[in-house]
DNA sequence: AACAGCATTCAAAGCGATTTCAATTTTGGA
DNA sequence: TCCAAAATTGAAATCGCTTTGAATGCTGTT
């Protein structure tokens, strides 16, 4: 069923089929309804690509994700809340994997250079990201989920990781605790650096030393938060608490805290931050969890929302949000233990 | 940079350029060369828009997720390798998610109409399944992953369910178990029905009758994993085994059980499916986790490849397979308790 | 030298929508 | 009743590509 087929089937030209469904107002009211019922009743819906080609507009935004490691639960859920949105506008997400970071510059050149987005999502940025630069220079809208250190100005939206974790840090000193290991992602990312920048401000304004070992730089999967949480609980003095990146994350020191015989919540605590996975609930772990919380999903959603205020036209310059992150006390914080 | 611009810039006409950039053999091999020459230098791609409605063929393929459910850990999995596979083609991997059933036909309904996808992936299907049904009657090539009965011919893969847990539970009862518990994924979800099919086959090629209170039906979540195996540890006699859906519900399980104050592998046993993440692994698990494996992210790449074949001309009929499952032992699977 | 036959190249017609500009009909006021 | 203005509709151009059918250039044979 294409426009012509309509048009015939009702005795009218495309031009005025077009106009009819597309809210042009020189239209006649009669004359539209008409339209509207029949292309419903026959289940028109406008060619995607000739549309496209038409309005020079792609109606997709693009998502690049790096292989299995941010193809993980973050991006699931950030994902559907942005999906949720974009949905309603008709809009299509590209998704894209990609195994290195040369064929990712790669493919936002190609989708650039073929057209197939009108914009970009752009996620986990380093503090002087590479990826943004070539968007810039592109010339493609995007959008950036977290923050980095470009001269020309960019939309964003981050949570304020700084805040959160230095009111965690200051939480843990608060209950007696000295020893507070940091388990942050990947050196070199912006929120990384931004939670070591509150944890270092949380210790040093109560005049705590930071001490090297207690900081570990990794990906967010149990795995390496099992090993790196294992090998620092044998150094002595070992520490009493432990301030995890993600869900993941946290399930990997606990396994590693329970095998080294010690009681979570008790003989070491743990503040863990929280993505709200609805699979993986920190009310529901045992000792539940204390966090600091974002929604991750409803960053996916505002930003969905941002995008298509910037596509709308709204500058680039006015679009920032920083959000702030609750910190929820749950039993996995503790006093520190006396020895 | 159009076709037009590239034309005009060496001097040939847009026929012989685009005939030079996809390889007819009608173009001589000098002019290829200067071609593919200047294409490259001036990095031009050929719109999307326009190549899709001229060729009539969308370079995407649709993929509809249901809320977060969906959108777990199974599906990025499954998406890497899926995309993987697509981007060497140049194929695009759209991305829509829905909130309820209703809104799900919708979605592909949507897609459908407007021609926005040349196939679909259709995953977690029911023994009938209406998307199933929808998609044949729209003529919308697909594959499956899983299974359904419908009556007209579907290309699928499927890993072998029944199979996986018939081995599982019978290496249980091997051990000794009598009470095992099985903890399977949502009622009515082929994939479900199949494991049920296989412990049954297990159990009453023993003789051991099936307790109805033993069989628990849910989402692959740890919280709802959790609930139903603490109900279960309350029933006498107790369940000395679990098979635990996922790696998810694993995580669940174990709660469960060390909050009843047992262990795992000695007082209480599990197998678990495992679809092969690389933030959970059940090697690194304490104890480690006996599993029933299959990479659900191979899965992926070799749906895509199916799905190519299928687009290339491979009748429907022929596109079927089975992949067998590894049952791996590890330290929580262990005999029986004595009581 | 002429010509059949093959190898190359090109002009123009789609693909299915939007949109410009022109044509037609309606309306309202004199 | 008539006419200008407003409302409504339509024909045709356009988006950037592929592809058909025609035209041209070369080759070798007679």
Same mark, same amino acid.
């Given at each position: 069923?294409?426009?012509?087929d ?6 009218l030209?495309?031009?005025?089929? #077009? ?5 042009? @107002?020189?239209?006649? *009211?009669?004359?539209r309804v008409r339209?509207?019922e029949? $292309?419903a009743q026959?289940?028109? !819906?406008p060619?995607?690509s000739?549309?496209?080609?038409a309005?020079g507009?792609?109606?997709?935004i693009?998502?690049?994700?790096r292989?299995a ?5 973050h991006?699931? *859920? /950030?994902?559907?809340?942005l999906g949720?949105?974009m949905?309603? %506008? ?10 290195s970071?040369?064929?990712e510059?790669?493919a ?6 073929? +057209?197939?987005v ?11 990201? *590479? !990826?943004?630069e ?7 809208? /995007?959008v950036?989920h ?13 949570i304020?990781?700084?805040g959160?974790l230095? !009111?965690?840090? #200051?939480?843990l ?7 507070? $290991?940091?388990l ?10 931004h939670?070591?920048l509150?944890?270092?401000a ?9 001490d @090297?070992?207690?900081?570990g730089n990794?990906a /967010?999967?149990?795995?390496? =938060? /099992?090993r790196?949480?294992q090998? &620092?609980?044998?150094l002595r @003095? ?5 301030l995890?990146?993600?869900? &993941?994350?946290?399930l ?6 329970? +095998?080294?015989g010690? +009681? ?6 743990m503040i ?6 609805p ?14 919380? #974002?929604?991750?999903r %409803? ?6 929302e941002?995008?298509? %205020? ?6 680039? =310059? ?7 992150? *609750? ?5 996995s914080s503790?006093?520190a @233990?006396?020895?």
């Open positions: 069923m294409r426009l012509k309509l048009a015939e089937h009702l005795g030209s495309q031009t005025t089929v #077009s106009r009819a469904l597309n809210g042009y @107002p020189e239209v006649k *009211e009669a004359t339209v509207s029949a $292309a026959l289940g028109y !819906r060619n995607a000739a549309l496209r080609l309005t507009r792609a109606g997709a693009g998502l690049v994700l292989g490691d941010e193809l993980g639960p991006m699931s *859920e /950030f994902l559907s809340g949720g949105r949905a309603t %506008q008709d809009i299509d997400i590209v998704v894209t994997t990609v195994a970071h040369q064929e510059l790669a936002y050149r190609r989708l650039a250079a073929s +057209q197939r009108d914009a970009m999502i752009l996620h986990s940025p380093t503090l002087k990201d *590479e !990826r943004a070539l968007l810039l220079d592109l010339k493609i809208p /995007f950036l977290g923050r980095t250190n470009v001269t020309r100005p960019v939309a964003w939206l981050d304020d990781n700084t959160a230095e !009111r965690a840090t #200051s939480h000193l608060d209950l007696g605790h000295r020893r507070i $290991a940091l942050n992602g990947i050196k070199g990312r912006t929120f990384a650096e939670r070591e509150g944890y270092m949380a210790l040093s304004a109560r005049g705590v030393p930071f @090297p070992a207690l900081m990794s /967010f999967t149990d795995e390496v =938060a /099992f790196l949480a090998s &620092m609980l044998e @003095p070992r520490p009493t608490a432990f995890a990146g993600s869900m &993941m994350t946290a990997g020191v606990f396994r590693a805290i329970r +095998q080294a010690m +009681q979570l919540g008790t003989d070491v605590s863990a931050h929280d993505d709200v996975f699979y993986l609930n920190a009310d529901n772990m045992y000792p539940t969890m204390s966090t600091t919380r #974002s929604s991750i %409803q960053a996916g959603e505002r930003m969905a941002l995008l298509l %205020q910037m596509l709308g036209g709204k500058p680039v =310059a006015d679009i920032h949000e920083l959000w702030p992150v *609750e910190l929820v006390l749950r039993e503790g006093p @233990p006396l020895f």
